[in-house]
């Protein structure tokens, strides 16, 4: 039987120091092979697994470390592009657009910047300029990413179906629609339930060009049909160009006589959705949210003077939309295999898109740019927030009102609307 081989007497403490010590400076100079080396010897010495052996030598040439004392090392390296006074800019500017997605907003920097400038909204130094209106839209999104997880927070149909005058209405399809000329409409009702159906409440008759996204909202006291049509009168002629056709849903509030009778006696197509697809109306579906939702919310709004708020409102958010707000519209769709691809045309105002179409008048583009010329984004948007609080401070009033000091709201939309107003 062979002897037993005599064991290696483990280092003290101070020992496998002092040894961490010799090999740190070593370590921090060698290559990649020798310090493959000096690790493996470490490991013989010591009796440490290879990632701590690593991170022993690491932290013993780190400068002040109190076992080796070295000059401390600057790498070199490229300095930041977008510095802190490029970011700053890029929110204030993004805060006054209203959060966009990178996509739009990069696009639409060198138009919106200059106009902030000229209203005093911002200053800027040569530098930090250019390298903001360069920036691009991925970057955009890279600076804005700590920003927008700091402000991240669904509604319900009321539409009734209208049996009247169904068969006299033709049904038109998502693809079916002129999209290439202005006048033709999408219109839809939103309604300001608060999560409780019961009695009338307030509806907002969102109205959207197909063509251009140019996009005309007003509130009515409900969805009576007499109201729907007075709306719809009186805001025709906000669009810039003359309307052609109307689309809606298949509620009552639209397929009625009424309706029917207006748009013929001003020759207007008038057409409807086919039955529980939504995607018939997608641009007047996505305007819903983007504009109504996005700048109202989902409070109830059952009052007279609600109503006349929301509709003081209104005029400031179609300013702002239709001038200030990007969008992109789909192009075409391309199959690969299993995944669909979706090409985007490039971000434009429904004002640009406006512009340029050749279908509006000279007369009418003229007094749009006129008009484009008074406007200043930073305080359409300091108005529509005031406007917001005194609507959010009414219906906060309002409920406080009517529940007694300490009582249970009576319903679970009561309760909701209750904490959604503090």
């Known amino acids: 039987m062979k002897p037993k081989e005599a064991q290696e007497v483990p280092l003290s403490l101070p020992e496998r120091r002092a040894v961490v010590r010799e090999l740190a400076e070593r370590y921090r100079k060698a290559r990649k092979k020798e310090k493959a080396q000096i690790l493996s010897q470490l490991q013989q010495l010591c009796g440490y697994n290879r990632s701590y052996a690593a991170r022993a030598l690491r932290q013993a040439s780190r400068p002040g470390s109190r076992r080796v004392a070295r000059v401390r ?23 006054i657009l209203s959060f966009p997605a990178g996509k739009r907003l990069a696009p639409f920097l060198p138009e919106v910047v200059p106009i902030l400038e000229r209203w005093g909204e911002l200053s800027l130094t040569p530098e930090v300029r250019e390298r903001l209106l360069r920036i691009s839209a991925a970057t955009v999104d890279r600076l804005l990413a700590r920003e927008r997880q700091r402000l991240q927070i669904k509604g319900r149909s009321g539409t009734k179906p209208g049996s009247l005058l169904k068969g006299a209405i033709p049904i038109r399809t998502f693809a079916e629609w002129d ?19 019961k009695g009338d409440f307030a509806q907002t008759l969102d109205m959207v060009d197909v063509a251009t996204g140019w996009t005309v909202t007003v509130a009515v006291p409900n969805k009576a049909q007499r109201w729907v049509l007075e709306a719809l009168k009186r805001t025709l002629p906000a ?36 039955p529980y697809q939504k995607n018939d109306s997608c641009h007047v579906e996505q305007k819903n949210w983007a504009v109504v939702r996005h700048y109202v919310g989902y409070l109830r709004y059952d009052t007279p003077e609600q109503v006349a ?15 200030f707000q990007p969008t992109q519209k789909l192009v075409r769709k391309e199959r690969h295999g299993a995944r669909v691809r979706r090409i985007y045309d490039a971000p434009a105002t429904p004002y640009a898109r406006v512009l340029a179409s050749p279908d509006v008048s000279e007369a009418d583009k003229a007094a749009l740019r006129a008009l484009y010329a008074t406007l200043n984004p930073a305080a359409l948007r300091r108005r529509i927030t005031a406007l917001q609080e005194q609507l959010r401070e009414l219906t906060r009033h309002r409920v406080r009102a009517a529940q007694r000091p300490g009582a249970v709201p009576n319903t679970a939309a009561e309760a909701r609307e209750e904490i959604a107003c503090g």
């Open 73 to 95: 090392v600057h790498r070199t390296g490229r300095p930041p592009v977008y510095t802190r006074e490029v970011k700053e800019a890029l929110v204030k500017v993004w805060a």
């Open 309 to 323: 708020l929301l509709n003081t409102l209104y005029p400031e958010l179609r300013l702002y939309t239709n001038f």
């Open 179 to 197: 999209d290439t000329h202005p006048g033709f409409l999408e219109i839809d009702l939103v309604g300001h339930d608060g999560g409780n159906p």
């Open 239 to 274: 669009f810039p160009f003359p309307i052609r056709g109307i689309d809606s849903d298949n509620g009552a509030e639209f397929i009625n006589a009424h309706l029917k009778r207006f748009c013929e006696s001003r020759c207007l197509t008038f057409t409807r959705s086919r």
